[in-house]
């Protein structure tokens, strides 16, 4: 209850039983009543007015009408201006994330998978390499490359010097805890504590999951030995929601329904690691019907992970740490202008900052 979105201009919908369409008056800027709706005092107003439905928890529609909007007159313009640069970039970063996501995994999908620099040896290409409009040779010269990859299949039908093994046996599994939910002490809010995640957390989070909505004590911690899970490491959802990936950021800790994947001196990188396992087909871990509850930490230690020689894991190690610190950088970026939206909304609704001066000195 109370979210709230803008409907974009070109895009024709159905509103949902549980959804109210507001038309801004000619008088109110659309952007504006945007961030209004969702300023704290205006949200305050929606749920103390809370009703509970039979099933559901909702406002009335005289309640939703009666709430009380600020207005500011011609400032009005300049904050929906300030407020919607800031979510602009924000949806940018987003989008740019994605998009070098999708570049490695392409990469690792064409190395690894399709084993493409073999075929296209074998098909007499004289680059073999030629992926992402080239982004490759930037990083890893196409003709050393090419000398990394065999130029025959084996009889398993994989290259020679290519294998296969199990994340069990390519990396060390280790699984998180929960203390006594009774004992109520162990457990503070985000950002007050060690981060601690759940599948929740992982399911709003990027590429990389920066913070949690619960943290633990340093002394429940270490009076349930809870695992930590280091900083730029692979963790993975198996109970309820099976298959959210995620890599750290900092040491953090997780409850029983996350797995670490945590490096030994001869394991592939969490880059590796992340895209395999990021596209790794996890309803063949169990039938549609038992696999929230029929995965276990077995069961992750059983995948299936590619082998490969250790000059071409170096070489995609190349190519694919530049791209996931990129979109490290950029998520972090977000979650500062996401903070600095935050703290300005409440303040330029209340007039507590005025954009009159930077509107004068523009």
């Known amino acids: 209850m109370g979210e709230v979105c803008v409907v974009p201009e070109d895009l024709e919908c159905c509103v949902g039983q549980r959804q109210v369409l507001l038309r801004p008056s000619a008088d109110v800027n659309p952007r504006y009543l945007f961030y209004a709706l969702r300023s704290p005092a205006v949200r305050h107003q929606i749920f103390w007015n809370e009703g509970t439905g039979s099933t559901v ?52 999908r064409d190395w690894f998978v399709d084993f493409g620099p073999v075929r296209r040896k074998l098909a007499g290409a004289t680059v073999p390499v030629e992926i992402m409009g080239g982004v490759v040779e930037e990083t890893v010269k196409a003709t050393e490359l090419a000398a990394l990859f065999p130029s025959s299949f084996g009889v398993d039908g994989l290259p020679p010097g290519f294998g296969r093994s199990t994340v069990g046996e390519a990396f060390d599994v280790k699984i998180g805890r929960t203390p006594p939910r009774k004992e109520s002490a162990h457990f503070v809010p985000g950002g007050s504590g060690e981060p601690w995640m759940s599948i929740r957390d992982m399911g709003n989070c990027g590429t990389f999951i920066f913070a949690t909505s619960e943290d633990l004590t340093a002394r429940a911690i270490q009076a349930f030995r809870v695992p930590p899970i280091p900083d730029r490491s692979v963790v993975v959802s198996f109970k309820l929601t099976v298959g959210r990936i995620a890599l750290t950021v900092g040491t953090m800790y997780s409850n029983e329904a996350i797995a670490q994947l945590q490096a030994r001196a001869d394991s592939p990188s969490a880059w590796f690691a992340f895209c395999w396992m990021k596209g790794f087909d996890f309803s063949t871990l169990g039938s549609t019907s038992s696999i929230a509850t029929a995965v276990n930490s077995n069961s992750v230690k059983s995948i299936p992970i590619p082998v490969a020689p250790g000059p071409v894991l170096a070489a995609f190690d190349t190519f694919a740490e530049p791209i996931f610190e990129r979109i490290r950088a950029g998520a972090l970026e977000a979650r500062t202008l996401a903070e600095t939206r935050d703290y300005l909304l409440p303040r330029l609704m209340s007039g507590e900052i005025s954009v009159a001066p930077a509107e004068a000195a523009g």
């Open 57 to 108: 928890s909702n406002v009335r529609i005289p309640v939703l009408k009666a709430l009380q909007i600020p207005r500011l007159g011609e400032a009005e313009e300049p904050i929906a201006d300030i407020l919607d640069a800031l979510d602009s970039k924000i949806e940018l970063n987003r989008r740019t994330n994605e998009t070098l996501e999708a570049m490695a995994q392409a990469i690792f």
